[in-house]
């Protein structure tokens, strides 16, 4: 392929990385700095070449300023992945936004969010180093909606916690309930049991969809959900249990 510097002035020169095992360098494309790297089987330091790599994946930190204004180049990731990995087409930008975002949908999004400082056991190819040296986490994570306005939606997240459940270390159980496709029903962990919420079951989007059997939701975060971001359609919260999901997050709200 050719050098993506011969159509891009705004090119830094490529540099090796060998915690990635790939070149990197910046790029000024579409108004905003990205980070671009190429991989090759047989690249080495010395050796290779851009010309000879392969299509390159794109990583992007959006600043907002021009070149000419002194724009600064962002920051290669501290973990990367050679090869380029995207986003399954099932996650697609709602058109039917109004309708889609109703109370008791549950979708999943790619959700970026600082790293905290006392964070541990994060999967490394998840976290990036961002603008100012700091880092973000990043992730596919699952959310259902407890109340749309316009432009957004507030969302509660679902989470197995790595299979345990609310029986894991630091987890409220009061503040969480079984959630469940209503193709396979729902499931307690061992020594789950001061969980006092009901179930919340969900009509599947596909039957292909089940929910694994530590998912539990979470009433006491509610997160803000932009409607222009890619979500895929997971189901809606079955019509007898949308009194008690809406109760269930106010209750937590107030507490």
């Known amino acids: 392929m050719s050098d993506p510097s011969a159509t891009n002035p705004y090119a830094t020169d490529w540099v090796w990385s060998d915690e990635a095992q790939c070149y990197w360098r910046n790029e000024y494309i579409n108004d ?8 090759s089987s ?28 002194g724009a600064q180049p962002g920051t290669v990731p501290t973990q990367t992945t050679t090869g380029t990995e995207t986003l399954d087409p ?19 999004t790619l959700h970026i969010e600082a790293y905290g ?29 407890v109340k749309d306005d316009r432009g957004y939606c507030l969302a509660c997240p679902v989470a197995t916690y790595r299979g345990r459940g609310t029986t894991k270390r630091g987890v409220n159980p009061k503040q969480h309930a079984v959630i469940f496709t209503t193709n396979s029903g729902p499931n ?12 919340i079951g969900v009509d599947a989007a596909d039957p292909s969809i089940r929910l694994g059997p530590a ?24 019509l007898e249990d949308l009194p008690k ?11």
């Open 32 to 39: 905003q700095w990205q980070v671009v790297y190429h991989s």
């Open 42 to 69: 047989s690249a080495t330091a010395s050796t290779a070449q851009p010309s000879s790599m392969s299509t390159p994946s794109y990583t992007s930190y959006s600043y907002g300023r021009t070149p000419g204004a």
């Open 90 to 108: 099932s996650y697609q930008l709602r058109t039917d936004a109004r309708s889609f975002y109703i109370r008791g949908r549950m979708f999943a």
């Open 117 to 145: 400082g006392t964070a541990t056991g994060a999967d490394a190819e998840n976290v990036f180093t961002v603008k100012y040296g700091e880092k973000a986490y990043c992730q596919i994570r699952r959310f259902v909606v």
């Open 188 to 199: 307690w962990m061992q020594g789950e049991t001061e969980m006092d919420k009901d179930p």
């Open 215 to 238: 998912s539990r939701i979470n009433f006491g975060q509610v997160h803000c959900i932009q409607h222009n971001v890619k979500v895929k359609d997971l189901g809606v919260v079955r």
């Open 245 to 255: 999901l809406v109760a269930y997050w106010r209750a937590e709200m107030q507490n």
